[in-house]
Structure formats: C-alpha cells, structure tokens
C-alpha cells in the first residue's frame, strides 16, 4: 500500500467495530491515478454520494474528501485508488442507532501492470458457475457486501482462464468477475443491463453515452453464442479486447475498431 488513511488522518488502523467490517455495510469506488490526476474524479465522487444516498448514509464532507483526494495523488505516476466509506462505529447488532458518524478511508495501491498487457494482447474468459443474487434494492452500485464476488474469484483462481463471464441465477449475463462487458454481433454492440444485479461501472456508463447505438439486454448465457468480437472494461484497466470466450476465438480487430471509436469520442 502506498498512502492509507481514516477521515483524513494517515492509519492504516480501524476500530473492530466498524459496520463495514461487522456488516459490510458501506460502499467504495475504485479509479486510476495517472500522472498525479484522477480519471474520472468527479464522476467517482458523484457515485460515491449517489450510493450513499441508496443505503441512507449522510453527514460525509464531501469537499474535504475531494480536497485530500487531490492532493494525495499528485505524488503518483501511475497508481489505483480506493475510497470506502463505512457506516461508522457502533455495537453488536444491525441498527444504526447510536452509530457514529460514517468513516472515510482512502488508500492508494500499485497499478497492476499485467492490465497494460491485456490491453495489447487482449484476454481469454471462461464461465463462472457462481452465480449473482437478485437485488434491485443494491443493484449497481459498489457495496461493500462483496462475498459473491470474493467467491467467484475463488473460482478464476483455480481456473485456466484470466476472467469470467458471470451470469445471475437466473442465468442472464451480468458482468465479469471484475469488470463490465460489450459484445459485438452482426455489428450489433450489446451490453447487460443491470436493474437487479452487477455494478454500474463509471467506464461501462461513459461508453453507453458515447454510443447511442448500444443495445442494453437482459439475455441469458446462450446470447453469447456466434458473437464476432468482446471488450471488457472498468475504471482501472481500461478496454480490453476479449481474444477467446470460453474456447471459441474472437476478432481482435473487431473488438480494436470498437475501442478505437470510444477513444476518438472521447
């Protein structure tokens, strides 16, 4: 870890009774640091308050967040940060009664090089068996409830491949183990929508912005069959093009025109 701290004091220290550590009750945002600047700054800090507002937390100071965000991560070239925002301190049980204030946690770590080799080379999914929950209540944004998650990477671990496609238990596509997904077919451009399960990602919401022409479905696993080209993405790694899903090849050029696009849009 290169930088952490709690409401703006450096510590890498909490209270064991924190409700993001009894409950997971809280939320974070991830970005990239690139030379000392944040991507996408204002854009992560309005999700951040957005989900908040979704789990009733308030009394946050948002300005002198924003404020220690900037500063800290002009000592950084290449970097990833993480803001968690906890419901605070309180005692055993799941009311907030008595809670304190929210904790805010800021933390800067490296940048995992191997995503600068997978935006070149592209990278090779599989499937995952762990399925999502249904949850309109939670759905999109980042809370700090991330077992399901912690599980499918359990799976990833033991597998062949650098990413899973994950689909919900009722077997329509969501996400990846860790980022959103594009697939092109037919020079159709689709993308899951996330109404009851998945994280809304920051890039994910740009790119459909950008492109007016992307289909938002709720498909199950079998859409993904005969498809031309695929393209992950998140705030930290980028686009990255898919070059095999599950066994079968895809087009890297396909996949580069579309990213090449976003990149002229932007």
Same mark, same amino acid.
């Given at each position: 870890?290169?930088?952490?701290?709690?409401?703006?004091?450096?510590?890498?220290?909490?209270?064991?009774?924190?409700?993001?550590?009894?409950?997971?009750?809280?939320?974070?945002?991830?970005? !990239?640091? &690139?030379?000392?600047?944040?991507?996408?700054?204002?854009?992560?800090? #309005?999700?951040? !308050?957005?989900?908040?507002?979704?789990?009733?937390?308030?009394?946050?100071?948002?300005?002198?967040?924003?404020? #220690?965000?900037?500063?800290?991560?002009?000592?950084?070239?290449?970097?990833?940060?993480?803001?968690?925002?906890?419901?605070?301190?309180?005692?055993?049980?799941?009311?907030?009664?008595?809670?304190?204030?929210? %904790?805010?946690?800021?933390?800067?770590?490296?940048?995992? /090089?191997?995503?600068?080799?997978?935006?070149?080379?592209?990278?090779?999914?599989?499937?995952?068996?762990?399925?999502?929950?249904?949850?309109?209540?939670?759905?999109?944004? /980042?809370?700090?409830?991330?077992?399901?998650?912690?599980?499918?990477?359990?799976?990833?671990?033991?597998?062949?491949?650098?990413?899973?496609?994950?689909?919900?238990?009722? *077997?329509?596509?969501?996400?990846?183990?860790?980022?959103? &997904?594009?697939?092109?077919?037919? *020079?159709?451009?689709?993308?899951?929508?996330? =109404?009851?399960? =998945?994280?809304?990602?920051?890039?994910?919401?740009?790119?459909?912005?950008?492109?007016? #022409?992307?289909?938002?479905?709720?498909?199950?696993? +079998?859409?993904?069959?005969?498809? +031309?080209?695929?393209?992950?993405? $998140?705030?930290?790694? =980028?686009?990255?093009? &898919?070059? $095999?899903? %599950?066994?079968?090849?895809?087009?890297?050029?396909?996949?580069?025109?579309?990213?090449? !696009?976003? &990149?002229?849009?932007?």
């Amino acid at each position: 870890m290169l930088y952490c701290s709690l409401n703006g004091i450096r510590t890498e220290d909490i209270s064991i009774t924190d409700r993001g550590l009894a409950y997971g009750d809280g939320v974070f945002t991830t970005a !990239k640091i &690139v030379d000392g600047t944040i991507l996408l700054l204002m854009e992560h800090i #309005e999700r951040l !308050k957005e989900s908040c507002a979704r789990i009733a937390l308030s009394d946050i100071d948002w300005h002198a967040l924003k404020a #220690e965000l900037v500063k800290q991560s002009t000592a950084f070239p290449l970097a990833v940060l993480k803001v968690m925002i906890t419901a605070g301190t309180g005692g055993r049980g799941y009311s907030r009664i008595g809670v304190s204030k929210p %904790n805010v946690i800021v933390m800067v770590h490296e940048f995992p /090089k191997h995503y600068i080799d997978w935006q070149q080379a592209g990278v090779s999914i599989g499937i995952a068996k762990t399925r999502l929950g249904i949850n309109p209540n939670l759905a999109g944004i /980042k809370h700090l409830n991330r077992l399901e998650q912690v599980l499918i990477r359990k799976e990833l671990d033991e597998s062949q491949w650098q990413d899973l496609i994950v689909t919900d238990v009722q *077997n329509n596509i969501v996400e990846t183990s860790c980022a959103n &997904v594009f697939w092109i077919k037919n *020079n159709d451009v689709f993308t899951p929508e996330l =109404g009851s399960s =998945g994280v809304s990602g920051l890039l994910r919401n740009q790119t459909i912005r950008q492109l007016s #022409e992307i289909k938002l479905i709720k498909e199950p696993l +079998d859409s993904l069959v005969d498809i +031309d080209a695929m393209i992950i993405c $998140n705030s930290v790694m =980028g686009y990255v093009p &898919v070059k $095999n899903f %599950n066994g079968h090849t895809l087009s890297l050029s396909v996949a580069s025109r579309f990213i090449g !696009k976003l &990149v002229c849009n932007s």
